[in-house]
């Protein structure tokens, strides 16, 4: 079982900036990917970023590409995204995903509101 912990969303001006942290915690294999996906008002679910925890490697929506970077902290367990240059379109619930050992685990998601 594993447990994500979101925190770090808000409101913001258009053009400007916020970072999401996700702190995981319980029982992850050696390997695994853990990123973001973002649920827009009305839409579906939809894949934002994601990281490969042993290995470091990144991959981006091209909707956030040049604006949004993901990093981790291995000591902590934790990943973070950084979004830059925000715009209204980034407005959206963001949950951080985790999968590993062949199970997808979702956070409870925090709200992020671009005002135009």
């Known amino acids: 079982q594993v447990q994500l912990v979101e925190s770090g969303g808000g409101l913001v001006q258009a053009g400007g900036s916020l970072r999401l942290s996700c702190a995981a915690s319980?029982?992850?294999?050696?390997?695994?990917?853990m990123g973001w996906f973002r649920r827009p008002p009305g839409k579906e679910r939809e894949f934002v970023a994601e990281i490969n925890w042993m290995f470091g490697d990144t991959y981006y929506a091209d909707s956030v590409k040049g604006r949004i970077t993901i990093s981790r902290d291995t000591a902590k367990n934790t990943v973070y995204l950084q979004m830059n240059s925000l715009k209204p379109e980034d407005t959206a619930v963001y949950y951080c995903h985790v999968y590993t050992g062949g199970t997808d685990y979702w956070g409870q998601g925090t709200q992020v509101t671009v005002s135009s």
């Open positions: 319980g029982r992850t294999s050696s390997s695994y990917h």
